[in-house]
Structure formats: structure tokens, C-alpha cells
């Protein structure tokens, strides 16, 4: 996606209504997104690592899937 912070916003809440409407359940903490520096332009692709504070994040937000999953697991929505 092309755009600063708003545009990930954007695309991630367009997603995942989108997905919940089918029937798809997505833990929270759900999406991580980097949107550069405040005055730059370089690419994600183009970074030596991952900046820490978005590798915090991916690392919540596989936490909090696999938390999900696992409540899920044990207790499964209701058949329709």
C-alpha cells in the first residue's frame, strides 16, 4: 500500500471488516505497518533490519494470534 499512517489505517480497517463479514475472527493488535521516516524516503525493503519498534509490534501481534488461536481451540464459536 502506497500512503503514510492513515492509508494503513485505512487498509487495515477496509480488511478486516471485509474478512468479518465472511466469518473470519481476527485477535486484536491485528496489523503492523511501517510508514518510514518523518522526513525521508526510503523503502521498507531497503532497510538493513527491521526497525525495533515495529519488530515489538509483529512480535505482539503473533503473541496475540497465537492466544487467539488457542481460546479458539478450546472454546469454538457456535456453529451458525
Not at 21 to 37: K, R
Request: charged share 15%.
Amino acid at each position: 500500500m502506497v500512503g503514510n499512517e492513515h492509508s494503513a489505517h485505512h487498509v487495515t480497517a477496509e480488511l478486516y471488516q471485509a474478512l468479518a463479514d465472511i466469518g473470519f475472527a481476527i485477535p486484536g493488535g491485528s496489523s503492523a505497518y511501517w510508514v518510514g521516516n518523518a522526513v525521508g524516503s526510503i523503502n521498507y525493503i531497503d532497510l538493513d533490519r527491521t526497525p525495533k519498534k515495529l519488530a515489538s509490534t509483529i512480535k505482539t501481534l503473533a503473541s496475540n494470534a497465537v492466544h487467539f488461536a488457542a481460546q479458539l481451540k478450546e472454546r469454538p464459536y457456535p456453529a451458525p
